[in-house]
């Protein structure tokens, strides 16, 4: 399962259109990863379309498969 898939299944709200990147936290966030380089960052904090999303669109790593992490539900309004 990637990520993104336990994002989408878990909070949906937190995808979509209206935040730079597609999605509204990193993977660190809550858990999923340790600090990785971020593209954004190395960007000057220039987030592009979908940036976020192919971050997020990746396995998720051996280390946080041992643990039990939820994804935050948070009320944003309507997924894109």
Same mark, same amino acid.
């Given at each position: 399962?990637? %990520?993104?898939?336990?994002?989408? #299944?878990? +909070? *949906?709200? %937190?995808? /979509? #259109? @209206?935040? *730079? /990147? ?6 660190? $966030?809550?858990?999923?990863? &340790?600090? @990785?380089?971020?593209?954004? !960052? @190395?960007?000057?904090? @220039? !987030?592009?379309? $979908? ?5 997020? $669109?990746?396995?998720? *790593?051996?280390?946080? =498969?041992?643990?039990? &992490?939820?994804?935050? =539900?948070? +009320? %944003? /309004? $309507?997924?894109?």
């Amino acid at each position: 399962m990637t %990520m993104l898939e336990k994002l989408r #299944k878990e +909070a *949906p709200e %937190m995808i /979509g #259109k @209206r935040y *730079p /990147g597609g999605v509204a936290i990193c993977p660190e $966030d809550i858990g999923l990863e &340790h600090v @990785r380089e971020c593209p954004a !960052i @190395r960007n000057n904090y @220039r !987030i592009e379309p $979908d940036t976020c999303l192919k971050c997020w $669109d990746r396995e998720i *790593p051996q280390q946080a =498969r041992s643990t039990s &992490h939820e994804c935050p =539900r948070v +009320a %944003m /309004g $309507d997924a894109e």
